[in-house]
């Protein structure tokens, strides 16, 4: 078991706890934390699979627990799902001094931080990510938010949580599409900022992405320590932060364009193929040796993640080029994007030349 301290300025400093077999003593960590009482929110998959052993784990170490479940599905982080959830923290008497136990992947850590951020204007959390994905990203560092018919994670709040509880032995009953997805965070960050963690990555850590639980272990803690001194550093994303998104504005555009609820190419999947697209775009730029970002192709390739537009779909140039624009990371109408001078030297590119990136998309096969 490893134990990682987060701590930033302005908020209070908490653990992620990595390991095996975290779900059985969770009760002994969370029950220290309230004042006896919680509620599980969780989506119906997850309630069904581990819900049970959470709540027995709590119960034993005498905290009171209900399982509020949504449906499974980025559609959950809806305004509606939001008032659902709030009403049945209401509705179970929870007061400022009680938390809530996020026991999911990001769409539930998302929807239930935002819970916690606005019940009573905020009370404590607790994360039990039981993705990958959600286990190197999206538990750690208290982004939440919910969907609008605009966009993705448009409404959200910055909650930190009080302890993020990543147990490596949930993983096993993820399908493999879901563990290649977190592959691709987790290669995202030996990209950003750790060239020897990528090699590894590369080598006898590959295996992680085939299921092997020592080499998951170690990917997630290694991901949790970058992203961990990333929001330490940086908690509202003025800077540093965003090399936290290499990958994603194309991305987005990517899964916007195919629409998030037909699932045709999984959030992790699509990182990827952005990871993929934003080292070539430096090798284009002049920025980067075309070597790293074959090197890096060839990587994501191995774990079975797209790497060419072709694999997730046909697009428009145009098309993606405004859904890029749109990313609400885009400043003042500017193409801002996540770039690299090589593997693990990623950095942030304000006012990038939408014409060179329209280019570059139809050079990738994009229509003109
Ligand atoms: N997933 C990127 C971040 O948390 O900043």
Redesign the pocket.
Known sequence: MTIIPVSGQAFAPYDVVVGRGLLASAGERIAPLTRGRTVIISDRTVADLHGPALARSLEAAGVQTQIVAVPPGEGSKSFAELERVLDRLLEAGLDRKDVVVALGGGVVGDLAGLAAALYMRGIDFVQVPTTLLAQV??S??G?TAIDTPRGKNLVGAFHQPRLVLADIDVLATLPAQQVRSGWAEVLKHGLICDAPFFDWLAGPGAAGAKGDPAALEWAVIRSVEI?SA??GEDEK?AGR?AL??LG?TFGHAIETALGFEEAALAHGEAVALGCALALRYSVREGLCPAADAERAEAVIAAAGLPTRLSQAGTFGADQLLALMAGDKKAEGGALTLILARGIGQAFVAKGVDAASVRSFLIEEGAKA
Do not use: I, M, P, Q
């Open positions: 990203d999206s750690v560092g982004k992203k990333v929001v994303e932060r936290l998104n994603h």
